[in-house]
């Protein structure tokens, strides 16, 4: 959940490069496991990937009542995370657009353990706009 | 496998494939990984329909992440893609619990790098009625 200074969110107001802020957690072996058990991968070592730092970072900063959609991702690898070190994620707003008249927005997020080892770069794009994606799909079909 | 060596990729080349079923189970588990408790479209159904319109939850896009990742680890090698790798996915269709997602790819092209050589593969993510749910690439640098 947002903390209690958690701003809320609107499109309009939100500024290329404006930072999210950072914060701690500690990975854990349960973590791993979990998410190795949901991707049906014993040999992933990227459970960050599920722990999702941008958009954690984004929801750190701001209560979002419209939502959105995923509508890409970038990642980049360069460390795999070890369970029992802390990592440290700092996000900001990389970018913010009108596409076929729909807004999207671009959180990213770069991750360290507490060795200062680099692990992961993360980029989301996120439509803001979801319930015209879910006219697309056609859901009742 | 091309973490042998550079010399042996080709474009056009295929890379290994995997496929994963998906279950309303996984995408929660995949969901309570994080750090958040937070209902979002992919665990609350009732979220889902008042945000997406849709009568079921979602995947996460980056469980396909995951699973496209997996593809590439097996094909340039764990030492190679877990410090080098990189995943690019545009999502176009929902996957939602009770799909079968089959990601496959193949070998694009390379360029030289400061490391090496940076390898790209072309990626495609299919559920079981063939249709397409991401497409995009993913790379690594050989040396």
């Known amino acids: ?7 809320i969110f609107d499109y309009d107001q939100i500024e290329i490069g404006e930072e999210l802020g950072s914060y701690e957690y500690t990975l854990t072996q349960e973590m791993l496991d979990n998410f190795r058990a949901s991707i049906n991968d014993p040999d992933a070592v990227f459970p960050t990937l599920a722990v999702k730092h941008d958009a954690t970072a984004f929801a750190m900063v701001y209560e979002d009542n419209t939502g959105g959609v995923n509508a890409g991702n970038e990642v980049e690898f360069f460390n795999p995370p070890i369970p029992g070190k802390k ?3 700092t996000g900001r707003i990389a ?10 927005m671009v959180i990213e997020a770069t991750a360290h353990d507490e060795d200062g080892r680099l692990l992961e770069k993360l980029r989301t794009y996120q439509m803001k706009k979801p319930d015209e994606v879910g006219k697309k799909w056609h859901p009742q079909a | 496998m091309a973490s042998a060596g550079i010399e042996n990729i080709k474009p056009g080349q295929q890379i290994p494939s995997v496929t994963k079923s998906v279950t309303q189970e996984t995408i929660e588990q995949f969901e309570n990984c994080g750090i958040l408790d937070r209902q979002n479209i992919h665990n609350n159904p009732e979220l889902a329909r008042q945000r ?4 079921y939850p979602i995947a996460s896009g980056r469980m396909s992440v995951a699973f496209a990742s997996e593809s590439l680890r097996r094909f340039f090698g764990p030492e190679v893609f877990n410090h080098t790798g990189s995943v690019n996915l545009k999502f176009l269709r929902p996957v939602k619990g009770g799909d079968t997602i089959t990601v496959t790819g193949q070998v694009a092209g390379q360029e030289p790098d400061a490391n090496g050589a940076r390898v790209t593969v072309n990626l495609i993510c299919q559920n079981q009625n063939g249709h397409q749910t991401a497409i995009g690439t993913g790379a690594a640098v050989i040396n």
Request: hydrophobic share 25%; aromatic share 8%.
């Open chain 1, 1 to 7: 959940m947002p903390d209690s200074e958690a701003k």
């Open chain 1, 87 to 89: 990592i440290r994620v």
């Open chain 1, 95 to 104: 970018d913010k657009y009108l596409r076929r008249d729909k807004p999207y």
């Open chain 2, 52 to 55: 997406l319109g849709t009568t």
